[in-house]
């Protein structure tokens, strides 16, 4: 491992996803650096003080003032030390009073002032955890006014005034309103339409979560998306505002990595050491791409393609572990432009792996942030997974750069434009840079997650109506990422490949540097096609859920009916029936030719003839697992393609698997026939994808859907599953071993060792954990890694409890420690549940690991009631380790793996005494998948105590 080193500084920065909180205000205990100093005006003239405001006063959630007086200042605050650029000046106190527009919760930016360039100085105090800043922002007024209204929350803004036309007018009031998370800055005189510059100075802290201005471990850092730029900037917070940035940051520590949007163009140090580092302006760019890092950190070695510079930053210990994120983007990068047509823009690219993280990564504008885990790796010895996880998350990202940052989104209902497509971008880049990877497969598996989701009730359209930015943030799901790509996948395949690239080449020529919406993507497809693909394409995004085709044949045609499918067996349509214009690709054998063909479910029922000679031997109603749908053969047709399984594609045969799952949990198929599948398929299959499929559905009923008594006789089936595999495939692979031959080892290794308990897989999971963990350790294929550590956790003494949390706080590769930690939350022996569960409010589980540590530990038998209970009796300190909404919602989720009708309960009436705001989406679908997992655990406990001893 090379020594650490503190590297040149560069540009970049910037993550994540979050809801706004309440304004707080200005409070005594506020302290301001005197050795910090953010430049002042050009020309001295005079700023606006701001009278502070009272902390009870907005602690209650109100405006301040409603006709009251705010605290006066304490007199000594006039003798503070105030930075050159606010001292000078007079003050100007007085009462705060509401705005005359109505703001509120759900009050968006009016769109007649538009910020044009911000020229923001910020002076990050990583010590003190706090900082100051200023901002030049040149605005353009569409007509004359006496406010101007901006983002803002929790920044105490010391001074304002703005200049047009060669003059200043003073602000005599700002006033804040903590609902609306604004400032409105009240001019003593009207400003006429055209140009303006608004000069504020302000001050804040940096926030206790994983948003705004943070620390992480030696890192300050922004995480902005979805509305939390306004805890840093004074600025118009919304996507629809774009403009250009130039950045500039004060006071900056000797040897501190600075990261910004822009390059670095300035690097100049102070007589005391300290350093003001001046990045290029950005083109137009919405806040919420905007990006700042500061501290120790250091870069891999450059890399220049097709003239932009490379760079992947970590903390210096994991700098060794840059190299695959810098061969991705490198390779990627050239894709992503040939396939849009478009250079990239933004003249330099830097990663930065981020040492907490609330995300898996965000897409700030040439400077992208991530979860260590998302970024750093050594190919010799991480799993496969990990690094198609590490290559999907970097592309994913990167597309962003194109669609999201250069085309954005107007407002959050389009969110899905951003995220879909980036999803749905990244595995078909990818795919193209490392065919022998089949990451497809990877897409089919978060497909999957999507189609469980959108079968609830209290699902949500893809483009659902957004009220405001904290509504946005519960946007954040396997509906607009998952089944967002899945629905281009499926357009795409309907349109073709090139006629679709074409399209979005079209779109991205178009709204380059502006925004767009959804029906500008849905109009450039049309015009680059000729399709009318506006009737397909909101029929998938407006309207909630999904179809069930229902197939069978009628007279020598093929009937095909779809109606709204929903998990739950007592859920019913409300309203007129959902239906949608739904393409369909069959696939069926006629004689030795296997053939296609296209057609449109327009309506309840379609019959049609299959374009063959005579009857075919088997159909397929989704070939390629293109289609965002479920189907549910009639049982000869099923019978004929079971059958003919080796002749399906992989992913066609994981989603078949699939869908008969979801038919049991809907009460549309009896377990047995599911049962009896699994034993078909696991009897010949080679593919590892499928392989992962079963020993998931088998886990889930090895987890809920069996009695205690019945456990046993259920790990035998399952040993009888998985042991013929296990034997031909054996524990150790050769070193020319092939990919898919090592992922179907590791894959039936877990059905047997994890799920079945087989003893002797235990055992061998064991002595390799040994090897693992020995002074000298010995040679393990890593995509064993996690069933190894796994299985020993689970019998682990106090000797290797301590050797599991030692390697989880001490090892520096990102995956190694988080499986190490989650490890931790797996133990079974009585003696360690306790220190297992209090562990997860310390600070080895870092914050963005918490609620995942957490819901390890409630899906473990041993250790789910004392972490159940600790949510309950520490609430408070539970919040504060998941202090951001996404954590919050995270958790939530967690809650999901309580299997018990009691728990059902135990957790509605938890929730509702403890409401959670940013989190009702969350709520109402965990609490509804609960409840049916509790009735399908009633249901299914009998079923599978009659088929094990029938």
């Known amino acids: 491992m090379p020594p650490p080193r503190t590297t040149k500084p560069s540009s970049t920065s910037r993550a994540g996803t979050g809801s706004p909180a309440k304004v707080r205000t200005s409070r005594s205990s506020h302290r301001e650096s005197t050795s910090r100093r953010v430049p002042g005006p050009s020309n001295g003239s005079c700023w606006t003080t701001r009278t502070r405001f009272t902390g009870a006063t907005l602690a209650a959630g109100r405006a301040p003032g409603r006709g009251t007086r705010a605290s006066e200042p304490p007199a000594s605050r006039s003798s503070r030390r105030l930075p050159p650029f606010l001292s000078g000046c007079g003050t100007t106190s007085g009462h705060f009073r509401r705005c005359p527009l109505a703001l509120g919760k759900d009050f968006r930016l009016p769109l007649d002032a538009h910020p044009v360039r911000y020229a923001a100085h910020l002076a990050p105090d990583l010590d003190a955890g706090a900082f100051e800043g200023r901002i030049e922002l040149e605005v353009r007024l569409d007509k004359p006014r006496r ?3 901006l983002h803002a929350v929790e920044l105490t ?7 047009t036309g060669g003059r200043t007018i003073r602000v005599g009031r700002i006033e ?6 604004t400032v409105t800055l009240s001019l003593d005189e009207e400003v006429p339409a055209g140009t303006a510059v608004v000069d504020l100075a302000w001050r804040g802290k940096f926030s206790p979560g994983l948003r705004g201005l943070y620390r992480a471990g030696p890192v300050a850092v922004t995480q902005f998306e979805a509305a939390d730029a306004r805890r840093v900037f ?3 917070d919304e996507p629809a505002f774009k403009a250009r940035w130039s950045l500039q940051l004060l006071q900056v520590p000797p040897g501190a990595a600075t990261i910004s949007n822009g ?8 007589a005391d050491g300290r350093r003001t580092v001046a990045f290029s302006e950005t083109p137009p760019l919405s806040s919420y791409l905007i990006a700042v890092c500061v501290g120790d950190l250091s870069a891999s070695e450059p890399a220049t393609v097709r003239g932009v510079p490379i760079r992947t930053w970590a903390v210096p210990p994991k700098r060794h572990l840059t190299g695959f994120a810098q061969e991705c983007a490198s390779a990627v990068l050239p894709l992503l432009e040939d396939y849009f047509g478009q250079p990239y823009a933004y003249g330099k690219l830097d990663q930065i792996g981020v040492p907490d993280f609330e995300a898996g990564a965000m897409e700030n504008a040439g400077a992208i942030t991530f979860r260590e885990v998302a970024l750093l790796l050594d190919p010799a010895t991480a799993p496969l997974n990990v690094q198609k996880r590490v290559a999907e998350v970097i592309t994913h990202e990167l597309a962003h750069q194109w669609f999201g940052n250069l085309v954005t989104m107007v407002w959050w209902d389009d969110l899905w434009l951003n995220e879909a497509f980036a999803t749905w971008m990244a595995y078909k880049t990818v795919d193209v840079w490392k065919p022998r990877w089949r990451v497809w497969t990877d897409f089919e598996v978060g497909k999957g997650a999507a189609l469980h989701l959108d079968a609830l009730k209290s699902s949500h359209p893809i483009r659902a109506e957004v009220k405001n930015a904290q509504e946005a943030g519960e946007s954040f799901d396997a509906i607009t990422y998952e089944k967002g790509g899945a629905i281009l996948r499926m357009i795409e395949g309907y349109l073709g490949e090139e006629r679709f690239r074409d399209g979005i080449r079209l779109y991205m020529r178009k709204h380059r540097e502006a925004n767009a919406t959804a029906d500008d993507l849905w109009g450039a497809l049309a015009e680059s096609s000729g399709q009318p693909i506006l009737e397909l394409a909101n029929g998938w995004i407006r309207q909630v859920g999904y179809p069930l085709v229902s197939v069978s044949e009628r007279d020598g045609r093929l009937v095909l009916r779809q109606r709204r499918f929903f998990s739950d067996p007592e859920a019913k349509e409300e309203g007129p029936p959902v239906r949608w214009l739904v393409p369909i690709v069959l696939r069926f054998r006629e004689g030795a030719a296997v053939r296609e063909q296209r057609e449109l479910l327009r309506g309840e029922e379609r019959q049609l003839a299959l374009e063959a000679q005579g009857k075919p031997v088997w159909v397929l109603a989704n070939a390629g697992a293109r289609g965002f749908y479920r189907v549910a053969y009639e049982p000869a047709l099923l019978r004929r393609l079971i059958e003919a399984l080796p002749e399906l594609e992989s992913e066609e045969r994981m989603t078949l698997v699939s869908d008969q799952w979801a038919l049991v949990r809907a009460g549309e198929l009896h377990v047995h026939g599911f049962l009896r599948l699994l034993e078909g398929v696991a009897r010949h299959e080679t593919d590892h994808s499928v392989l992962d499929e079963l020993v998931s559905r088998v886990s889930w009923i090895e987890h809920r859907g069996v009695s205690e008594a019945d456990r046993p006789a259920l790990h035998s089936w399952i ?5 013929p595999a296990a034997s031909e495939l054996g524990w150790d692979a050769r070193e020319d071993e092939e990919d898919e031959r090592r992922l179907r080892r590791a894959a039936v290794l877990r059905g ?5 308990r087989d003893p002797q897989a235990v055992e061998e999971a064991q002595e390799r954990f040994r090897r693992l963990v020995a002074p000298q350790p010995g040679r393990i294929d890593p995509n064993l890694l996690d069933v190894v550590v796994a299985a020993a956790a689970r019998t682990a003494d106090r000797v290797r409890f301590a050797e599991l949390r030692r390697r989880a706080e001490e090892e520096l590769d990102p995956a190694a420690k988080r499986r190490f930690l989650h490890a931790l939350a797996m133990v079974e022996h009585p003696e360690l549940v306790p220190d297992a569960v209090q562990l997860s409010l310390t600070d080895v589980v870092r914050m963005q690991d918490f ?13 789910r009631e004392p972490a159940w209970a600790l949510v309950q009796e520490r609430w408070t300190d539970v919040r504060r380790k998941a202090d951001s909404p996404m954590l919050l919602r995270r958790l939530v989720e967690a809650l999901g793996a309580l299997p018990e009708r009691r728990h059902l309960k135990e957790v509605e009436a938890f929730l509702a005494a403890h409401p959670i705001e940013g989190a009702k989406q969350a709520i109402a679908q965990t609490l509804e998948r609960l409840r049916m997992d509790v009735a399908l655990r009633e249901r299914l406990v009998p079923d599978v105590s009659a088929f094990l001893r029938g």
């Open 752 to 756: 047997l060792a994890l799920v079945a």
């Open 719 to 723: 040993r009888r599953l998985f042991a």
């Open 263 to 270: 390059r670095v163009v300035e690097d100049e140090a102070g």
């Open 157 to 163: 803004v010391d001074r304002a005034r703005l200049r």
């Open 234 to 236: 004074p600025c118009f």
């Open 851 to 863: 609620p995942s540590y957490m819901g390890t530990l409630l899906g473990n038998r041993a250790t």
């Open 176 to 181: 804040p309103d903590a609902e609306s998370e």
């Open 147 to 149: 406010e101007l209204i």
